[in-house]
């Protein structure tokens, strides 16, 4: 996203944008909200919208880097040192809560849904996204420490990971969330750690 400041509130044009699409969309729901009614609730231009949107459905995809602020902050207040798997364990925990705790919950199935169809980037399996470059770190040092089988590659053992998770978490928007994602993804992540410690 582009930081064009703007100096009335020191948000940028893509946070203010951000920022008031997804009070509209969870006031009054993705599909009844407007390009147009963000553009004025925001008070942005329809250019600067499309400069840095193709619509709003990519606006609604920004959900994912919110996500990743939060990942971020988890891994500068993590203990370094406990084992890699710990740390694959611990990340999952937190990543799953911090999904069923998220104030966005009512927009995932919306988000999940629209990235399957979209023409546009996907940015759930981006990897330049803070998530996988975190699950990418702590795999690779497990594999260096040798608590995980070098056998696989990072780069394999990061997307499993990632798949499952997402995996788990689509299910859970399908099902309206009737079980605890927490739980069932605590199961599925030990025994993916079965699978590849050494």
């Known amino acids: 996203m582009t930081n064009t400041k703007n100096t009335e509130n020191n948000l940028t044009i893509t946070e203010k944008i951000i920022d008031t699409a997804w009070k509209l969309f969870l006031e009054k729901g993705y599909d009844e909200t407007t390009v147009d009614e963000i553009i004025e609730k925001s008070n942005t231009s329809k250019g600067s919208f499309y400069y840095h949107f193709s619509g709003k459905e990519e606006v609604l995809f920004c959900i994912a880097y919110y996500f990743d602020v939060d990942y971020k902050h988890w891994l500068k207040n993590l203990d370094p040192n406990l084992s890699s798997l710990e740390k694959l364990k611990k990340l999952d925990h937190f990543v799953m ?3 069923e705790d998220s104030p966005y919950r009512p927009l995932l199935a919306t988000l999940y849904g629209l990235q399957v169809k979209t023409k546009f980037r996907r940015h759930i399996i981006n ?3 803070e998530y996988y470059k975190i699950i990418t770190q702590i795999i690779k040092e497990g ?3 040798r ?3 070098s056998e696989y590659t ?3 053992l990061t ?4 798949i499952i998770e997402r995996g788990l978490t689509y299910d859970w928007c399908l099902n309206q969330g009737r079980y605890s994602l927490v739980k069932y ?4 992540i030990d025994a ?3 699978i590849i410690k050494t």
Not at 159 to 162: I, L, N, P, V
Not at 185 to 188: K, R
């Open 97 to 99: 809560k911090n999904i």
């Open 127 to 129: 990897p330049d996204r």
């Open 143 to 145: 594999i260096e420490n």
């Open 147 to 149: 608590e995980i089988k």
């Open 154 to 156: 990072y780069q394999e």
């Open 159 to 162: 997307e499993w990971f990632a």
């Open 185 to 188: 993804s605590q199961t599925a």
């Open 192 to 194: 993916f750690i079965n």
